[in-house]
Nanobody, 121 residues
Framework: QVQLVESGGGLVQPGGSLRLSCAASGSIFSIYTMGWYRQAPGKQRELVTLITVSGNTNYAGSVKGRFTISRDSAKRTVYLQMNSLKPEDTAVYYC???????????????WGQGTQVTVSS
């Protein structure tokens, strides 16, 4: 079994900051790319950012310069630091981890349960 546990969402005023965390646990052999997606009401889920094993990152244009993704491989955790938040950042944020389980071949995507981020005054 693999578990992804997210934390750090909440309500914040425009211009504020939040930090999301996503910790992976279970029968994990190796973790590859880690990322964050979000889904606003009535919209499709979209990629926010991702980080590779080597630390290369990719950001959606709408968050570039405001959000920062990082990972702690020893803790099997990915973080999302969100600064200068805007009302349009309001969404449920999901972590996504590509990994290989112990005793299995191939790597697959796993999803966190989602955490609500609301930006409002």
């Amino acid at each position: 079994q693999v578990q992804l546990v997210e934390s750090g969402g909440g309500l914040v005023q425009p211009g504020g900051s939040l930090r999301l965390s996503c910790a992976a646990s279970g029968s994990i052999f190796s973790i590859y790319t880690m990322g964050w997606y979000r889904q606003a009401p009535g919209k499709q889920r979209e990629l926010v950012t991702l980080i590779t094993v080597s630390g290369n990152t990719n950001y959606a244009g709408s968050v570039k310069g405001r959000f920062t993704i990082s990972r702690d491989s020893a803790k099997r955790t990915v973080y999302l630091q969100m600064n200068s938040l805007k009302p349009e950042d309001t969404a449920v944020y999901y972590c996504n981890v590509n990994l290989r389980r112990i005793g299995e071949y191939g790597n697959y995507d796993y999803w966190g349960q989602g955490t609500q981020v609301t930006v409002s005054s």
